[in-house]
């Protein structure tokens, strides 16, 4: 399993197309775990929509009561991470993944045991 972190901080302009571009992957062994910083735009209600219209994918929501940084963000993330997980992919909500993105990822993590750290 992967699990994807996404960190955001006022990003509704961003969030939707971020979150097709997981769903739709041809990679489906994955979860969700979207680590809000306190935004104060309706990144929250957006996730929210989302989430309840795609009951399909695993989803978690994490909402911090005050803006901790960047760094705390994706911490927050990582506290949530199932234990299942072989793999951890931090995406910034203004960025998009190919929908074999996750499919390459894997297969390359796997054949190339040295390898500890991947980047889109």
């Not at 309840?52 to 994490?62: M, T």
Request: charged residues 20%; glycine residues 4%.
């Amino acid at each position: 399993m992967i699990s994807i972190i996404i960190p955001i901080f006022n990003g509704s302009m961003y969030i939707e197309k971020c979150l097709l571009s997981i769903k739709n992957q041809s990679y489906k062994n994955y979860e969700i775990i979207i680590s809000d910083n306190h935004s104060t735009d309706n990144s929250v209600e957006l996730i929210n929509k989302f989430i309840n219209s795609n009951k399909d994918i695993k989803i978690f929501l994490n909402e911090n009561n005050n803006n901790i940084g960047l760094v705390g963000n994706i911490n927050r993330g990582f506290a949530k991470v199932n234990k299942e997980s072989k793999y951890i992919y931090i995406i910034c909500v203004d960025d998009w993944i190919e929908p074999n993105f996750l499919y390459n990822s894997v297969n390359i993590l796997n054949n190339y045991f040295d390898c500890s750290l991947w980047s889109s």
